[in-house]
């Protein structure tokens, strides 16, 4: 059964960074479409950033463009998410995802993701 395991949240400075890491066990995630996703303290959960299986195309949500850059080494069944000048309004916490059927039309859709991770707690102070 596969598995994704988030890394790398903890609690930063405004303007500090921090590389987020999505670790997927049990099979290959080569096929798959990967996402990050993210939930503030009581607001809905939103997209930040995805990726296709390639690395060749990318979808980042226009408050993190710029600052935060989405990858993923297949070799190591890892996807990454490194945030650079961090602000108060990126707390959250920020949920990787995959997908085998989603269309890059659609890839901001958090129910066209199937698999999810637990999420890890990014706190940024000011």
């Known amino acids: 059964q596969v598995q994704l395991v988030e890394s790398g949240g903890g609690l930063v400075q405004t303007g500090g960074s921090l590389r987020l890491s999505c670790a997927a066990s049990?099979?290959?995630?080569?096929?798959?479409?990967m996402a990050w996703f993210r939930q503030a303290p009581d607001k809905e959960r939103e997209f930040v950033a995805a990726i296709n299986w390639s690395g060749g195309d990318t979808n980042v949500v226009d408050s993190v463009k710029g600052r935060f850059t989405i990858s993923r080494d297949n070799a190591l069944n890892t996807l990454y998410l490194q945030m650079n000048s961090l602000r108060p309004e990126d707390t959250a916490v920020y949920y990787c995802?995959?997908?085998?059927?989603?269309?890059?039309?659609?890839?901001?859709?958090?129910?066209?993701?199937?698999?999810w991770g637990r999420g890890t707690t990014v706190t940024v102070s000011s």
């Open positions: 995802a995959s997908s085998t059927s989603v269309f890059s039309r659609q890839v901001r859709q958090a129910e066209k993701y199937e698999l």
């Open positions: 049990g099979r290959t995630f080569t096929a798959y479409y």
